[in-house]
Structure formats: structure tokens, C-alpha cells
């Protein structure tokens, strides 16, 4: 018989020789070149051999220990930045391939890009270089105790006074507290505080921002006026190395050159100097919710990687014809949950790449004062953040189930994961009011073609509403589908489109009374129909980025997705009559009209299994990133186990201290009454 820890290693081995691509190719395709590549390798392996940032003993760490720790990783990141040379760009890799949440990180993607967009050309000049180097550390104070997608209702002030020229920030209720805010708790010694302006008068112009100091920058404790502190520690011991804090305000005096007042600003007597567009100070929020779609699709990338990886050694149940249990990735209950992550995987990472482009595009017009971007990008950033958090939430769970028990032990990696990903479906928008959003941009893009004096063409439709031309010509009809058209992208997108403007127009036929998840399903709809679409644009430019195998392997990778997407918005297909099966199109002996739809996505997924490992080492995740006794590289899934325990500090002595004080008392006393039984 053979030794299951030892075939484990063959048959990764045997796996990784079966696959057809080339992965470095599409290692590269998915780094966007081969030159991002190898800086990101050279990055790993530097951080890899530093000892400060060994992970052997992180599990075993308190709350206080990790905090600690972050703070020792970003100060050693930076050395290194020194040390080396390293661009803006490559200290950017550098904490992104650092798998715990460390505080500066809210400094990079909240503090600084607000502070950037729209401070004044007087407090940029003042403190850029200071943020850019980080001699402040910054945070983005905009959560309250009681309030936090709805920044309309937050209740902090910020009370304009004319004789002093100050502005007076004041936390007027307990709710109206600072809550879960990034670095605030031990370590930003500033903050951007979103606050009510309040000119003379009391006339409240709603929310704005303001750069307040909160600590000192010698002795690092509260300046006065504030209350600071950290708010403990997260569910299931997630993200433990960021200080979310909390701050209350008691009338401190700030100067009134520290109002972000690139758009919008107060003059000394008090007037209210109005911005271009309302919505400029939620550019900050834009651009995280850019952001998460790339942490998205790496994320579930990681997941897959360590599932799949352990699924192809893992060997339980049937007998297969080498004489070995079969492994668990051969059984389609197994593989047509996980291959499915490859390919939301691969969307997202291309998806994120585009939306930081636009980002970059949008924060261009901004500061020339160009809002014609600015609609488009909260439509299109809220949309995505919903979706891909969602997504991401569920995906980890899947992979996390998908190895069995041993998926629950700390040591497969994938648990951490969870618990740092999951706060993505409330941080930055609530998932359920950021749906709200997108349906209002839908309804009014929709307004835009049927109720105006001016109706919309098909080509000034933007990117999120280009479904809505399905509508504009009365004779098109959805798509009749046969067992065929599942093998061409252009059915599925047109498909979710359909589903899209349907479900739309029924919205706006039927806003007086929404049905209970009218908003949540347009959202879905919307969204996913604009993602088909750049999908499809993926798939049409595949020849030009990939050698002829890999670009065929790929392409089946994003069909997938497209299919999944489908299959799971059937019920929204079905209600609205889209899904139009032709009589000849369904196999034999099926009533069921989606089955064709089925059956292509298992035979899909059948003919990736030999590609999910080089599909997943094209991530390039080293065994240091993913930090995964199932996941490794070499298939010893088994062997990395029996070391991790190892390592647990309950096994560095024979005999627990517990014995002594508990374990033997109890069982003396039970003895005890036993005897006189």
C-alpha cells in the first residue's frame, strides 16, 4: 500500500506536468509583463529572508503582540525601501504582499490620496512632504459611533469662527464619536476628519474635510481636546495587527487653512464658497472601493491556490484505476465549486487594473477641476464593491469547506483569510446601501432615454448603462439558445445585459411598490452586466496577449465565469422570460431548459481540472505569502501539518501546568464519588 504522505508529493508533481500552458506566460499576462514579475519576485524573496518577517510564530501571538508587530513590519518595509532603492511602486508591492492588515496601509490608501485630491495649494505645499515620507502618520476620520455609509448624518462639527479664524471640530454626542477608524487607536499622530461645516448663523453645509493633529510629535500621547483610543479586538481574530480606533472631540481649535478647500472652502468673513460637485469629498472612498476589486481577485486567488493545491493530493472515498482513493479534485462535487474560483479570480485581478486606470484618469480631471468622470465611478466603484466582496466572502468559505476538517485548523490559511476579508461587505459603503446607489443611477440612466425631451442614443450610453440600448429598438428579442451557444461569450454577455435592462425597466415600472429585493437584484443585474462586457473585451484581446495554448486556456477560464453568472442569475432569466431554450436545444430526456446551461459549465470545468494547478502557480504565490501547511507548493500537505503542530506551544511541555491546578483535582474528586457509589 502506498504511503499516503509520500504520494502526495507525486501527485503534485504528476499534476503540475499534465497542465498545458506555459505558466510563466500567463504569470506575466496576469502581472501585466514580465518586468512587473520579477521586481514583485525580488520583493518576496527579500521579504521572504528577512526575519522580521518570519509568520512561524504569528498564530500563537496576542492582540497587543500583533499590533506590535505590524508596527515593527511597516518600520522595517520602509528601511527596506532605503536600503534598496525602492520606488514608490515597489514599496506598494511590498505591502501588498505583506498578508496582515498593518496600519500604514490606511496612511497609503486613505490619508494621503484624500489629503492629495483636495487640500488647498497652500496646505499641500505645507505638509506633502511630511505625508509623503511619512514624518506624520495619518488616518481618515470618517465612521461615527452610530453612522457610517450615510455621511449625510454625520454628527460631528466643525463650527467656522470669523473673529478667530479657526474652526472649532467638536464631537457634540456620544454616536457622534469617531468609530472603527484605521491607525487612529495607538499609532496616526493626524487625521482627515469628515465633519458638519457650520458657518456663523448655524447655516450646517453637511460634511466636509478637515487635517486635524491628534498627537504629539514628540512624546506621541493625545493632544488636548481628544479622547483616543483603540476599539479591540474584530470578530475571529481578524485584522489584529490595524489599531481601529475611536476619537471624541471637545472643541479643539484648528487653523481655518487646515479645511480641505481645493473645491470647496469658507471665506474669512464666513461665506460658504460652493464646489463644482457635491459629491467631491467621497473621492477618497472611490478610490478604496478602486482598490478592492484587484485585493478582491487576489484574495480569492489565494484561497483557490491552497484549496485546489490540497484537493489534488488529498485522496478519500472511490477506488480509482491507479488502485489509490481517488483525489478530491477528480469529483466533479469538488471541482465545480473550485475551478469557478479560478476564474472569478482572473475577472477581478483584470477588472481592478482597469478600475485603477480609471481611477488615475478620474483623479486627473479632479484637479483640474474636471468632475465629468465623477458620476460614472461612484456608479461604477459601488456596484463593484458589492459584487466583489460578496463574491470574495463566499469564495473563501468554499475553499475554506472544499478541504474537509482539516480546512478549519488555522494552519491551512485560509480561515485567516476569511476573517481579514470579510468586514470588506461593510467597510467603505455597506453593501446593502451601496445597491441603493447603483439603482438610483440605473433608474435615472433609464429616466434619461424614456422621460426625456433629449432621449439617449446608443452610443451616449456610458460603460455602466450600455444594457439600455437593448431597449431602445422594440424588435429585439433576447437570444434562442441552444446547446451551442453556451460555447460562445458573446451569448452569455448578451444575456445578462437582457437581464439587465428587463429588470431595470421593471423597477421603474414599479418604483411605488418594490418588490423585498428589487434593489439587490438590479444592482447584481447592472453590475454584472457591465463586468460581461469588459469580459468579453478580455476575450477579444486574449491573441494579441497570450501564445495560441494559453490564450485558449484562458479564454475557457473567462467563459466560465460568464457561465457562472448565468447559472446564477437564472431565477431573474426564467421570471423574465430571457432564457429562451429552443425546442431542439435541450438534451434528450430533460424537461429542465437550463440543463444544456449545466452541462456546459460542468464540462467546462472538466477540461480545466488538468489546468487548475498551472492555472493557480500562475498566480505566483510563494509558500511564504500563502502561509499554508495545505497549500504548498510541493503537494507535502501532510508532512507541513505534522511541523506546524510541532510548533504549537501547548506541546512544548509533556504535562500541562493545567494538570496540577485542574485536570487532577477534577478527576481526584470524581474518583472520590465514584468510590462511594
Known amino acids: ?88 511602486e515597489d514599496t506598494n508591492v511590498a505591502l501588498a504582499v505583506v498578508d496582515e492588515g498593518l496600519s500604514i496601509g490606511l496612511h497609503n490608501v486613505a490619508f494621503e490620496p484624500v489629503f492629495r485630491l483636495q487640500a488647498s495649494p497652500e496646505l499641500f505645499a505645507k505638509y506633502i512632504d511630511l505625508i509623503a515620507n511619512k514624518g506624520i502618520i ?69 460634511p466636509h474635510l478637515f487635517l486635524v493633529q491628534l498627537r504629539s510629535l514628540d512624546t506621541h500621547a493625545s493632544l488636548p481636546g481628544r479622547i483616543i483610543g483603540d476599539i479591540g479586538p474584530k470578530a475571529m481574530g481578524g485584522f ?62 489565494k484561497g483557490a491556490t491552497v484549496a485546489i493545491r490540497y484537493a489534488t493530493v488529498r485522496r478519500q472515498g472511490e477506488v480509482g484505476p491507479d488502485g489509490l482513493e481517488r483525489q478530491t479534485i477528480t469529483y466533479p462535487s469538488v471541482h465545480v465549486r473550485l475551478v469557478p474560483l479560478i476564474a472569478r479570480a482572473y475577472v477581478f485581478v483584470e477588472l481592478g487594473r482597469a478600475l485603477t486606470r480609471g481611477f488615475d484618469s478620474l483623479a486627473r480631471g479632479l484637479s483640474s477641476g474636471d468632475t465629468s468622470e465623477l458620476a460614472e465611478m461612484h456608479v461604477m466603484t459601488s456596484g463593484l464593491k458589492v459584487l466583489v466582496s460578496t463574491t470574495g466572502i463566499q469564495d473563501l468559505e468554499t475553499a475554506r469547506r472544499s478541504m474537509g476538517g482539516h480546512g478549519y485548523s488555522a494552519f491551512a490559511g485560509v480561515g485567516r483569510m476569511y476573517a481579514d476579508y470579510v468586514p ?36 451616449s450610453l456610458s460603460p455602466t448603462s450600455k444594457y439600455l440600448r437593448l431597449l431602445l429598438d422594440k424588435e429585439l428579442v433576447p437570444p434562442e439558445l441552444s446547446a451551442a451557444s453556451w460555447s460562445q461569450p458573446a451569448t452569455a454577455i448578451l444575456l445578462l445585459e437582457w437581464r439587465a435592462a428587463l429588470i431595470v ?70 421570471s423574465f422570460g430571457i432564457f429562451r431554450a429552443s425546442p431542439t436545444g435541450n438534451p434528450p430526456r430533460s424537461r429542465d431548459p437550463t ?61 500541562t501546568e493545567a494538570y496540577e491546578t485542574s485536570i487532577k483535582p477534577l478527576m481526584l474528586r470524581g474518583r472520590k464519588i465514584a468510590s462511594k457509589l
Open 1 to 88: 500500500m502506498a504511503d499516503p504522505s509520500k504520494q502526495t508529493g507525486i501527485d503534485m508533481e504528476t499534476a503540475r506536468s499534465r497542465t498545458s500552458i506555459q505558466v510563466p506566460a500567463v504569470r506575466d499576462f496576469l502581472y501585466a509583463g514580465a518586468a512587473r514579475w520579477r521586481k514583485r519576485e525580488q520583493i518576496v524573496d527579500i521579504l521572504t529572508k528577512d526575519p522580521v518577517f518570519d509568520k512561524s510564530k504569528r498564530l500563537f501571538a496576542t492582540r497587543k503582540e500583533l499590533y506590535i508587530r505590524g508596527q515593527t513590519l511597516a518600520n522595517r518595509l520602509y528601511e527596506l525601501q532605503e536600503i534598496h532603492g525602492w520606488s514608490k
Open 138 to 206: 495619518g488616518c481618515y476620520l470618517q465612521t461615527e459611533l452610530a453612522h457610517g455609509t450615510n455621511v449625510n448624518r454625520l454628527e460631528t462639527t466643525a463650527t467656522y469662527l470669523p473673529e478667530t479664524r479657526e474652526f472649532d471640530i467638536h464631537s457634540p454626542t456620544l454616536t457622534s464619536t469617531k468609530w472603527w477608524i484605521g491607525a487612529l487607536g495607538k499609532t496616526a499622530t493626524h487625521g482627515v476628519v469628515q465633519a458638519k461645516l457650520i458657518l456663523p448663523g448655524g447655516n450646517d453645509l453637511g
Open 240 to 301: 489584529a495587527t490595524t489599531d481601529n480606533g475611536f476619537a471624541r472631540f471637545d472643541h479643539v481649535r484648528i487653523p481655518k487653512e487646515n479645511m480641505l478647500s481645493k473645491f470647496a472652502g469658507v471665506t474669512d468673513e464666513g461665506k460658504y464658497v460652493t464646489p463644482p460637485h457635491a459629491k467631491l469629498s467621497y473621492g477618497g472612498m472611490l478610490y478604496i472601493r478602486s482598490g478592492m476589486v484587484t485585493t478582491a481577485g487576489t484574495t480569492i486567488g
Open 424 to 459: 470588506a461587505a461593510t467597510y467603505e459603503g455597506e453593501n446593502f446601501v451601496l445597491d441603493g446607489q447603483v439603482l438610483r443611477a440605473a433608474l435615472k440612466a433609464f429616466r434619461g432615454i424614456f422621460a426625456s425631451s433629449s432621449p439617449a442614443t446608443a452610443s
Open 505 to 574: 425597466h421593471e423597477s421603474a415600472q414599479t418604483l411605488a411598490q418594490p418588490d423585498a429585493t428589487a434593489t439587490q437584484r438590479v444592482s447584481r443585474a447592472v453590475t454584472e452586466a457591465f463586468v460581461a462586457a469588459r469580459v468579453g473585451e478580455l476575450i477579444d484581446a486574449l491573441g494579441a496577449a497570450l501564445p495560441p495554448q494559453e490564450a485558449s486556456v484562458v479564454g475557457k477560464v473567462y467563459l466560465l465565469y460568464l457561465l457562472t453568472t448565468v447559472e446564477a442569475s437564472l431565477v431573474d432569466l426564467l
Open 595 to 655: 440543463r444544456a446551461l449545466r452541462l456546459a459549465i460542468a464540462g467546462l470545468c472538466g477540461e480545466l481540472v488538468p489546468e487548475a494547478i498551472g492555472l493557480t502557480d500562475a498566480f505566483g504565490f510563494s509558500d511564504w505569502e500563502l502561509d499554508s501547511a495545505l497549500g504548498v507548493y510541493n503537494g507535502k500537505a501532510y508532512d507541513a501539518l505534522w511541523a506546524r503542530v510541532q510548533q504549537e506551544p501547548l506541546n512544548q511541555t509533556e504535562v
